[in-house]
């Protein structure tokens, strides 16, 4: 067990629709990670919260967006969804960016549009 | 990001040492070589991490080479449980982020 905790597991929506995934990091953790993996494009990095401020932005679509709270959890939106857009969805989190503490991964949330 | 080179796939037998290649010829000095492995249905799960001596853990070994352009995962005794994507990525410490950049990894195939 991580200590990282994602909901939901499975969401199964349309095209149009938009989703919220939730990510709880492991205690102590400051800093939080989006990650989607596809069959085709493997993991791929969104995007790094640290302390409830945006650190650093990697392949997310202008149609999705995250934000870190106060108590640290972190969410996931993604809005219009396309079909291309079911994918894996996982979470990490990781003590300060500086320096080498690993990234501890949750389980994911699979996301299916139909 | 500097880049990692590994084979698509390899294939071992249960209770057989595994040796895991992976070339980063363009590493800086401020790269530390880093291993996740993602076992299926589960997100990435850390392995070990090193800068420029060989590493030992509980789940494996990492044997860096002297110029630092290659480094090995060893794992000591497949079982099945370690079939598994095996990434090698580079980590730049100076870096602000902290993120990694997964490469395709290796898929090990582990046989009974």
């Known amino acids: 067990d991580s200590g990282v905790t994602q909901t939901p597991k499975h969401l199964i929506t349309a095209t149009g629709q938009r989703v919220t995934l939730r990510c709880s990091p492991r205690?102590?953790?400051?800093?939080v990670y989006w990650y989607q993996q596809s069959l085709d494009q493997g993991l791929q990095f969104l995007i790094q919260?640290?302390?409830?401020?945006?650190?650093a932005k990697g392949n997310i679509l202008e149609r999705f967006s995250a934000q870190q709270f106060p108590d640290l959890h972190s969410e996931l939106n993604l809005s219009s969804l396309e079909l291309g857009d079911s994918a894996l969805y996982f979470c990490?989190?990781?003590?300060?960016?500086?320096?080498?503490?690993?990234?501890?991964f949750g389980n994911g949330t699979r996301l299916t549009v139909t | 990001d500097a880049k990692t080179t590994q084979p698509n796939s390899m294939e071992s037998n249960e209770e057989e040492p595994v040796h895991l290649p992976c070339n980063h010829s363009t590493i800086s000095g401020t790269d530390y070589i880093h291993w996740y492995r993602q076992l299926p249905s589960q997100g990435p799960e850390y392995v070990i991490h090193g800068l420029t001596s060989n590493v030992n853990n509980r789940m494996a070994s990492l044997a860096i080479a002297e110029d630092r352009k290659s480094s090995t995962l060893i794992l000591h005794r497949a079982t099945l449980r370690d079939a598994a994507v095996y990434y090698c990525i580079l980590r730049d410490v100076a870096s602000n982020t902290g993120k990694l950049i997964f490469g395709q990894g290796t898929t090990l195939q582990v046989k009974p």
């Open positions: 205690s102590g953790d400051l800093s």
């Open positions: 990490a989190s990781s003590g300060h960016p500086l320096g080498n503490s690993p990234l501890h």
């Open positions: 919260y640290y302390n409830g401020e945006e650190r």
